[in-house]
């Protein structure tokens, strides 16, 4: 069984993303040249912008319906993801007039799906993802310096909580032609057989921290330019991977060739679930006092994490070794442009549009690891009830550019050197859309 060590290669760094919204942490108000209870996080610098103290916190839910139909023509699968939405932050000037501190704290990414083993391409998807789960939570802290009216230097700190969960079926009948030195995927054991099929459980988390900082630049009074910049945070986790045989594959392996042995497959891993280089660039205006105008980008370093690496630190058995899966990310980018006008002084009504690209190539893109461009349209408004108290309401509508996908790594082969991709081929198309909707409290001291 010395090739089973290729079961670890199965998992992948990302799962099926259930949460299609890209502004994980604060509402599309939010960015870095907003002073809001999300300052912290997006740059700590644009807490210059605000006086007194204030705390926000925000909740909601994300729904994505996703569907894959294979490329043969055979039944398709779909899922229906919910996602949890949370941030609160805040910030004080602590009664002075050039100092600031603040914190965020958010879920700051997100993904996760359940494929059936029984519907039309659970031929496909089972050996990728039957349940998984990734989230980071990050609490970022930081303070502010104005130097002069015009100008904020903000600095800060990112400390993330990092949790992957993932259930899978696992073909022995490819691994067991490989034990039996067949030069045949499908022979003597048929390939991608579901009676052959062993579910694998992959679990862990860890803790990791990284820096951050930005500047929050006024020119005049109506304008403001913002940039920040996120360090790496390196999350060092660590977990469990174990193997269940179901009846049905020890029955099948003794009657159809006995000297095969089915070892035990448990173990304790090391694991690297890190957040890439991020920077954010911001601008903010208001050309009249009833008008008010934003832009961001955010460019993310996705492709600075190229593979996932598994090392195993206690295992009960030989077959399980440190594994190394490429994953070819792609940058992201994400654009996001909004407009809001003041009816009356208390209450802005804004509107929003972004596009965020997709950072799975073709070729690595399968039921685990999905991603999309998205093109995102919303509706937004901020209510200040009372001096003390403000309201607030998003709405937002995602849709995924459909993707077909016709070459792939994940395919049947005996090679070895692509024992990572021996799946069945997730070729096919990709489609879905989602919707977001937050509501949110702020209170002004």
């Known amino acids: 069984m010395r090739r089973l060590a290729a079961l670890l290669a199965l998992l992948s760094a990302g ?233 049905a594959l020890r029955d099948f392996v003794a009657n159809t060739l006995p000297s095969a042995e089915l070892p035990d497959l448990n173990g304790n891993i090391d694991l690297n679930l890190d957040i890439p280089l991020i920077f954010f660039f911001g601008v903010s205006a208001r050309p009249h006092p009833m008008v008010e105008l934003a832009a961001y980008y955010q460019f993310e370093h996705t492709s600075s994490q190229p593979n996932f690496n598994l090392d195993v630190s206690e295992a009960t058995s030989e077959a399980i070794t440190d594994q190394s899966k490429p994953q070819a990310y792609l940058d992201r980018h994400r654009v996001l442009v909004r407009g809001g006008v003041y009816p009356v002084e208390e209450l802005l009504l804004a509107i929003h549009g972004a596009y965020q690209s997709n950072t799975v190539p073709d070729e690595t893109a399968a039921p685990n690891n999905l991603d999309f461009h998205r093109v995102e349209v919303g509706a937004n408004a901020r209510w200040r009830i009372v001096p003390e108290l403000s309201l607030l309401l998003s709405y937002s509508h995602i849709f995924l550019i459909d993707r077909d996908v016709t070459t792939s790594l994940h395919r049947p082969v005996t090679q070895p050197s692509l024992a990572a991709f021996n799946h069945p081929s997730p070729t096919g198309r990709y489609h879905g859309s989602a919707n977001t909707v937050r509501l949110g409290l702020a209170l002004h001291l």
């Open 15 to 247: 799962l099926v993303a259930p949460r299609a919204s890209a502004q994980a942490i604060g509402t599309a108000l939010s960015g870095p040249s907003t002073a809001d209870g999300s300052a912290a996080y997006y740059n700590p610098a644009a807490m210059g912008a605000a006086r007194g103290s204030s705390l926000e916190l925000d909740a909601g839910l994300s729904v994505i319906d996703l569907g894959y139909d294979p490329a043969d023509g055979s039944a398709g699968s779909s899922q229906t993801p919910v996602g949890p939405l949370l941030t609160l932050g805040g910030f004080s000037d602590l009664d002075t007039r050039d100092w600031r501190v603040g914190f965020t704290v958010g879920v700051s990414r997100a993904s996760g799906g359940s494929w059936s083993r029984d519907d039309g391409a659970a031929a496909i998807t089972r050996y990728y993802l039957v349940n998984g789960q990734f989230f980071h939570i990050q609490g970022s802290v930081g303070g502010s310096f104005s130097p002069a009216p015009w100008i904020t230097i903000g600095l800060g700190l990112n400390l993330a909580y990092a949790s992957l969960g993932s259930d899978l079926d696992k073909d022995f009948g490819a691994q067991l032609n490989q034990t039996a030195g067949s030069t045949e995927l499908d022979a003597p054991f048929p390939y991608a057989e579901p009676s052959l099929a062993a579910p694998v459980t992959v679990s862990g988390s860890g803790f990791g921290a990284g820096f951050l900082g930005g500047v929050h630049v006024r020119p005049i009074d109506e304008l403001a330019l913002s940039f920040s910049i996120h360090s790496p945070v390196w999350v060092l986790g660590a977990g469990t991977l174990s193997v269940e045989y179901p009846q």
